[in-house]
C-alpha cells in the first residue's frame, strides 16, 4: 500500500516516524543487548540524540510552515494546544496512576518540590526549570515550547524570514561563548527553581492568551522572543535536567532554526547559498562545541558521528520527498508524537510482566523486544485514536467558532444577488 496523504507531507510524516521509532530502540537496546554492548554502541553512535536531532529538525520545517500556512497566531496556538496537549497530559495521568499502584516509582523531586513540579509541567518547560519530567523524554518538549513561543514572537515582529541568521547565530554563540555562559543562573536553588516555574507559567499563560486573544500581541510577540535567552543561562539548572549546559541548549535551537532554513531554501525565500552557508555553520557548531567543551576525542567522534548520521537521513528524506511513500511509513508518522511519549512508561512497566529479562538469553530478550514494540505500537496507536485525534478535532472547532476563515467573495456576491428565502443566515453560517 502507498501512502494517502499529500505527497509533499508525506516524508515528514515518514521522517518523525523513523525518528521516534529509532528513539524506541535506543531505549530499548540495554534490555535486549544488555548494558555492556548498549554503552559500546553508544560510545561511537547515540541514537538517541540522533533521533531527538531529527526530530528537532522536522520541527524546524513544519512549524514554521503551519504558522504561515494559518496566517494567525490565533489559529496557530490552538491548533498546536489542541495537538500536544491531550497527549501529554493523557502520559502524565498514566504516569501517575501506576505509580499508585507500585508499577512506578514516583517522581522523587515532587516529594519536596511540587509546586515547581506542577508548574514546570503546567507549562511543558521541566528541563530548563530543572525539574525531572514525569515521563524521561518530557525533556525535549521544554525546547519544542521554547521554539514555538520564539517563531511566534518573530512572526509577530516580522522577523521570521532571519531563519538563517537566526540559526548561524545560535550555533556560534555555542561555539564561541559556551564556556562563559551560565548553567544555572535562574535554578541554582530549590528557591530559585520555584521562582523560574511560576514566572515561566505566568509568562507563557499571558502570551498564549494575548495570541488566542489577539490582545497585546505586540507584548507577547516581545516576550517569545526573549525566552531564547533561557536556555543560554539556565539549560542545566540542576542535575535532573537532561541537557548538560546552556550552549547545548543553544545547539538544540539552532538545529531546529536549521529545520526552517531548509523550508525558507525551499520556498524561495533566502538563496542556496545563504542557506547552505547556515547549515554548515550549525553542523559545524554542533560538532566544534562538543568537542571544544568537552575536551576530549571521543567527543569529536561521537558528535561527528551524530551530526553526520542525521544530516544524511534528513537530506535523502528531502530529495525523496516527491516519491511515493508506503503507507507504513506515514502510518508510524501519524502515531509518533504517542509512541515518543508513551514508550517509555511501557518499558518501564516491562520487568513487572517479565521479570529477570537480563538473566536470559539473547533469544529470549529479542523476543521480548519484538513483544516490546508490538505493544508499544498498540499502545501508541489507541492513544492517537482516542485522545489525539478528538484533541485536534476540538482544535478545529475552537478555530471555526473563535476565528471562522473570511467567506470567498464571490460566494459574498452570490448571496447578495439570491432572492431572500428565510434560509440566507443558515447558508452564511454554513459556509
Known sequence: ??????????????????????????????????????????????????????FFLVSGYVIPMSLERHGSLRRFWIGRLCRIYPAYLAAIALVLLLSWAGWLAWISSLRHQP?????????????????????????????????????????????????????????????????RLPDDLLGATLGARRTTAALLAVLVGLSVLAYLRDRLVPAAGVAGIALVLLPAVNAHPARES????????????????????????????????????????????????HWTHLGTGAALQLWSANVGGVAVTFLFAYAMRNRTVPSAFTWLGRISYSLYLLHVIVLLALPHVVPDIGTHGMAFRAAVGVGYLVVALVVAWLAYRMVERPGQRLGRRLTARLEPRPVPAAVLATQRAAPSTGQGENERESV
Open 242 to 289: 537532561t541537557v548538560i549546559a546552556s550552549w547545548q541548549g543553544l545547539l538544540l535551537l539552532a538545529v531546529m532554526f536549521a529545520g526552517t532554513v531548509v523550508y525558507r531554501w525551499q520556498h524561495g525565500q533566502i538563496g542556496r547559498g545563504e542557506a547552505a552557508a547556515a547549515l554548515t555553520v550549525v553542523a559545524l557548531s554542533a560538532v566544534g562545541a
Open 115 to 179: 509546586a515547581t513540579v506542577v508548574l514546570a509541567h503546567l507549562t511543558m518547560m521541566s528541563d530548563l526549570v530543572g525539574v525531572r519530567g514525569a515521563v524521561r523524554v518530557f525533556w525535549t518538549l521544554s525546547y519544542e515550547m521554547t521554539f514555538y513561543l520564539v517563531v511566534s514572537g518573530l512572526f509577530v515582529w516580522r522577523l521570521h524570514r532571519h531563519s538563517a541568521w537566526w540559526a548561524a547565530g545560535l550555533g556560534l554563540t555555542a561555539l564561541l561563548a559556551g564556556a
Open 1 to 54: 500500500m502507498t501512502s494517502r496523504s499529500p505527497v509533499r507531507l508525506a516524508w515528514l510524516d515518514a521522517l518523525r516516524g523513523y525518528a521516534a521509532l529509532v528513539v524506541v530502540i535506543f531505549h530499548l537496546s540495554p534490555v535486549v543487548l544488555g548494558s555492556e554492548r548498549h554503552l559500546a554502541v553508544y560510545r561511537h553512535f547515540d541514537l538517541g540524540k540522533y533521533g531527538v536531532l531529527l
